[in-house]
């Protein structure tokens, strides 16, 4: 072979194994993208912005490619176990978590389990009255049947009043069936902005506590994939980036500035239907009540 052809050969070798190597690198440093569902509810909102920050902290390059269909819970969980999906998110309980993998990361604080009442503006009196925890077990409460509440209520002691239909609470609580409706933290100035022909008010000194975690779920099989997301979450945690996140968020900065939640008084409930493997060691994990406070004065 002619010292011409030696050349071209090894040119065409180089130049083949310089494409390979660049083909090995661009495979690596390749993009996944997340796929996520975003309903009009606000707590998705919340999610896809709290997967976001996540995702800053990651190892990796990822994106999310976020569609809107207007499924239930149900169709989602249906999705993610059908790979149809990557992520979701939703209150944890021991059901759930067996069929998924859940990220042990409460996007919330908890702040789901922080429960103010729906009452009859009549029945403010009576709660201006309620001091420990005897008084508050002469109260009476509405829920909606096979509510995962009504097991937390009742294993605390508390007398819970059902209706299969959440519209009838509204208007049950105004005829006096019982005395309070407990919503989450989030959720009552929506729902009585909706009903304004009833004379309903959000009760203004008491809160009912408990630990409701509100996390991020992928397949049971995508192990990698929870830690990666799950170890994004603590870093941000930990570089403050995260509480930043949080409390600036319009919905919790609203919820917070209306309930006035760091001066009501707080009834700590236990939740029986946490799993074993919910972190409430991890204090920096959870609204505290005494933090709250203290940011609240700083503000």
């Not at 993208?33 to 990796?60: I, S």
């Not at 605390?156 to 009838?168: A, C, H, M, P």
């Not at 509204?170 to 005395?179: A, H, K, L, N, S």
């Not at 809160?207 to 995508?222: G, I, R």
Request: charge should be negative; charged fraction near 25%.
């Amino acid at each position: 072979m002619s010292h011409t052809l030696q050349r071209l050969f090894g040119h065409a070798r180089r130049g083949c194994g310089v494409l390979a190597l660049i083909g090995i690198t661009a495979a690596s440093q390749a993009q996944t993208t997340l796929r996520v569902n975003q309903t009009d509810h606000p707590l998705d909102e919340f999610a896809v912005g709290a997967l976001r920050v996540a995702l800053e902290f990651m190892d990796g390059d990822y994106e999310l490619a976020i569609s809107d269909d207007p499924i239930t819970q149900t169709r989602a969980i249906e999705r993610l176990e059908s790979d149809e999906m990557d992520v979701m998110w939703l209150s944890s309980n021991q059901e759930v978590e067996n069929r998924l993998r859940p990220i042990r990361f409460p996007l919330l604080k908890g702040l789901l389990g922080y429960r103010v009442f729906i009452i009859n503006p009549d029945r403010q009196s009576t709660m201006n009255r309620v001091e420990d925890r005897a008084d508050l077990s002469r109260l009476t409460f509405g829920q909606g049947a096979g509510w995962p509440d009504i097991a937390i209520l009742e294993a605390n002691g508390l007398e819970v009043i059902t209706t299969s239909k959440y519209d009838n609470l509204f208007y049950m609580v105004e005829g006096g069936r019982f005395d309070a409706f407990p919503r989450g933290v989030l959720e009552p100035w929506t729902e009585l902005a909706a009903r304004p022909d009833l004379p309903l008010t959000v009760e203004d000194r008491l809160v009912l506590v408990y630990p409701l975690p509100f996390y991020l779920f992928v397949s049971e099989e995508d192990a990698a994939l929870a830690e990666a997301i799950h170890s994004g979450l603590d870093r941000a945690l930990e570089s403050g980036r995260y509480d930043e996140y949080f409390f600036q968020h319009p919905m919790i900065e609203d919820a917070l500035t209306r309930s006035n939640l760091a001066e009501r008084r707080a009834f700590p409930l236990e939740n029986p239907t946490l799993t074993e493997e919910t972190p409430r060691s991890r204090e920096e994990y959870w609204l505290d009540m005494e933090r709250l406070r203290e940011r609240s004065a700083a503000d």
